[in-house]
């Protein structure tokens, strides 16, 4: 019985459990892509048309362009998972690959 507890207890520790489904992944990108003041100063603070997911950069990140009227503005993000096998929330750190000129 108490193997059996163990290898619950374990299961319910892992970090498979602690992923997040598609959307609210979705969402901590864009929030991580809204939150950067380089984005706001790159887009020199106009307003926002679209956010879209457009594809996998070469180094393997997610590559999103943020659309103005006047420029679209090229982003890239990369997952940075916690440290040591922990428990926890994904983060992304953002890099600007394409500024608007």
């Given at each position: 019985m108490r193997l059996v507890v163990c290898v619950l207890a374990m299961f319910a520790a892992s970090p498979a459990l602690a992923a997040l489904s598609g959307f609210y992944d979705s969402a901590e990108k864009i929030?991580?892509?809204?939150?950067?003041?380089?984005?706001?100063?790159?887009?020199?603070?106009?307003?926002?048309g679209a956010i879209l997911n457009s594809g996998t950069a070469a180094d393997g990140g997610d590559e999103w362009t943020i659309r103005t009227q006047e420029c679209d503005l090229v982003v890239v993000l990369?997952?940075?998972?916690?440290?040591?096998?922990?428990?926890?929330?994904?983060?992304?750190?953002?890099?600007?690959?394409t500024p608007c000129q």
């Open positions: 929030g991580t892509i809204l939150s950067d003041g380089a984005v706001a100063d790159a887009l020199r603070q106009a307003p926002i990369t997952a940075q998972v916690p440290k040591d096998g922990m428990v926890g929330k994904t983060t992304y750190d953002l890099r600007i690959v």
